[in-house]
């Protein structure tokens, strides 16, 4: 059968790759630096492996991935590069330690083997790469695998700082530059932080030539007139701006840990790690130098059942289970399409965006169901391929005209998650700092060096106190204590260079260590808040 009788629609798997811009050079021990080396050793070095085994194995895969400005920006720092390798070889040392301990429990042991032997493949896999995933995300997107995205600037809520259409002008401005910058060529897509929209976003995302965003199923569903085929294909807004929404069915299989893939009993548990189970005297070397109980990254128990009580993991059970499941995803879309295609014009488009760290730092099958995924989609037996967003848009021949809703993945697809009785506080204060800074950027037409300096690091400041992890954390009562203080010291920052520059004191030395401190964008240009009417 030939491909165009065979073929029945098409699936676009969105990775989100983010982490909150978090650099501490001025503490020995930041607890919070864990988050970049979490999910680099456990997502995204796993998925370069993923990526570069099809590759070698001539897999045609299809997959697209966005980055965040500061993610990328924290990959290729050196500082964070340096406590990473030493993060790393502390979980060798950790892992040889345990091959030792666990000498007379059979289960441990095994385990604890495998643990070396996987850290040692993520480092050989750092390495390889010259200590810089950056340069493993250009080699894919040169060799043409995988469409790469950007994102909002510092993922700030682009709604919730829709207030000034110059905030989210800058965050969607500067997030188009990073990406240009670091791939070497401008993005056609972008990854709305938390898949916000909001009306008239379109219009400044046009302005910054991008083709197409990724959106909440609502977004779509309740779009403005009702499309015709749902999310199974895309839509374009007034300003020629594509919007691809969210499939519900294929998010919640493989996002939800009660009825989705990642909650089964064979999967290993993410809540138990040696690093709070252990005696003190024996994991204080490995752990928070203040004596915080945290995460080591070996794990020795699966899921097992809703009870405390767990049994050991097995991983080639685990593994049989990945094959399992991904047999079951492919065989729901094949199903999908199948009764979807007779109904439509065009080829229907399931849309499949999930965060990156979900697959290997949640859920630790999770690269293994990827590259299983990837692997069997290729299959002749298969009703659908894999696309890209743009290749996909690029193939329609019409698409149908529609405003899209206000929404978010968010609880309640809305921006409640963003502001709420717990987090209010913040807007008036990131408010207060914009109207600050488009101020200053109208008014500092031809400054000096120093007021340059100055005024390109409140704007580093004021995008910092605007990211969406913030809020996120405080509401959900996970880290808020770190949150609320990263807000305030951004803000503090902030309003110190505003009063500085406005009175011609600008402190040179203080500046001088907030810029090595805060040191996101390194070719930032305050002038990206000038309001466009002057």
Known sequence: MEDSERIKGYIAMILHSHIPFVRHPDMEDALEERWLFQAMSESYIPLIQ????????????????SLTPPLMNMLEDQYLNERFIKYLESSIKLSREEIVRTKYNKEENKLAYFYEKRFQEISKTYYKYNGNLMNAFRKFDRLGYIEFITSAATHGILP?????????????????????????????????????????????????????????STGVLNASPKPLYGTFAPIITQNGVIALGRDIKSSRQLWSSTQGYPGDYNYREFYRDIGYDLPMEYIAPYINRNGIRIDTGIKYYKITSKTEEKLYYDKEKA?????????????????????????????PIITCPYDTELFGHWWYEGPEFIESFLRNSVKKENVYKLTTPS????????????????????????????????????????????DKMINLSNKY???????????????????LAESSDWPFIIKNNTASEYASKR????????????????????????????????????????RIYKSQRL
């Open 160 to 216: 919730l700082l829709s207030i000034h259409k110059e905030s989210v002008s800058a965050q969607v401005r500067l997030g188009v530059e990073t990406y240009t910058d670091e791939m070497g060529h401008e993005p056609n897509g972008i990854w709305l932080p938390e898949c916000a929209y909001s009306y008239s976003l379109d219009s400044i995302l046009k302005e910054n030539n991008l083709k197409y965003f990724i959106t909440e």
């Open 319 to 347: 593994m049989e289970k990945v094959k399992e499941h991904v047999q079951h995803f492919i065989n729901e879309r094949n199903n999908e399409f199948t009764k979807i295609k007779p109904h439509m014009d065009g080829m």
């Open 487 to 526: 807000v305030n010291c951004h803000v503090e920052r902030f309003e110190k260079i505003y009063n500085e520059i406005i009175n011609n004191t600008v402190d040179i030395n203080w500046l001088l260590n907030v810029e090595n401190i805060d040191n996101i964008f390194p070719k930032i240009n305050f």
């Open 391 to 434: 290749e996909f848009i690029s193939k329609c021949k019409k698409i149908q005209c529609c405003s899209p809703d206000p929404s978010s993945w968010g609880e309640n697809g809305d921006y409640s998650v963003w502001l709420n009785a717990s987090n209010s506080w913040i807007y008036k204060k990131i408010h207060s700092c914009a």
């Open 50 to 65: 993923v990526f570069d085994r099809l590759i070698q194995d001539k897999i045609n895969y299809k997959i697209t991935l």
């Open 445 to 463: 037409t031809n400054p000096s060096e120093i007021e340059e300096r100055a005024l390109n690091q409140a704007a580093r400041e004021l995008l």
